[in-house]
């Protein structure tokens, strides 16, 4: 299912938004529920079955601690590490969700023209390009960088935390450095940033789905707001 980045932009803008409020009813929890299952069933279209799978064993696992094993009553360090874990879950890891399937389903030439229609800036518009290329080829970098350690025999440094700072932290900082300008370089030969508007590959229209999509994120917002501070 191919959606307009500018559905994807609105989806991280009303999930993030939401997530700060306070669920203070079962309804309201069932709100946050509903809307944290939508990206890991988008993900689950786009056959990331890893991600989806494991984002939603996470808040699973997040909401059975909050719900059924713990209360604010609780004590005891143990106790407390565990409500202060399952509630930074359970909070922000929607919002991480959305944006990482965003990340992993968006074409940069689609992010670019997206940008275009939205008349972002291109210093903001490039600077976001960028990063959502970043975070993957350091990804790739690192598990690179860890077949290499395990040709070599070094696996975690031996037991040893330095060597695995030698082996394995610096060269991935020099790949960091490098992979920066790489990237910068790149949108620059790709002419971003010129002063001639760019064009692009990509046509870009919002389709039913889209709509559709915009307008549950929509209501589920609007329908969390009211019923919270006006019901």
């Known amino acids: 299912m191919k959606l307009d ?4 932009f609105y989806m991280i803008l009303i999930v993030s938004a939401v997530v ?3 669920a203070t009813t079962p309804f309201l929890w069932g709100l946050k529920i509903a809307m944290t299952l939508i990206p890991i069933i988008l993900l689950i279209i786009e056959k990331k079955y890893t991600s989806a799978f494991g984002f939603a ?3 699973i696992a997040a909401l059975v601690l909050t719900f059924a094993f713990l209360s604010e009553e609780s ?6 590490l565990l409500i202060g874990y399952s509630g930074i879950v359970v ?6 969700i959305t944006a990482w399937y965003v990340i992993r389903t968006t074409k940069i030439d689609e992010f670019m023209s997206a ?14 390009a960028v990063v959502m290329r970043f ?4 990804k790739e970098e690192y598990a690179s960088i860890s077949d290499a350690m395990k040709m070599r025999g070094i696996a975690l440094g031996g037991g040893n935390a330095a060597k695995m700072i030698e082996y394995r932290m610096i060269p991935l900082l020099f790949s960091c450095v490098n992979i920066g300008d790489e990237l910068s370089a790149a949108a620059i030969t790709r002419g ?30 609007v329908i969390f707001v009211v019923y919270k501070y006006f019901l």
């Open 115 to 128: 940008m275009q229609k939205m008349k972002v800036p291109d210093g903001i518009a490039i600077s976001l």
């Open 135 to 138: 975070f993957p080829t350091i």
């Open 20 to 22: 700060m409020l306070s």
């Open 5 to 8: 980045p500018r559905t994807k």
């Open 57 to 59: 064993f996470l808040y």
């Open 192 to 221: 971003l940033g010129g002063k001639v508007k760019r064009t692009s590959v990509a046509e870009l229209r919002l389709r039913l789905v889209d709509w559709l999509l915009i307008t549950a994120f929509t209501a589920v917002a």
């Open 91 to 96: 909070q922000f890891l929607p919002c991480f």
């Open 75 to 80: 004590t005891g360090l143990f106790k407390s």
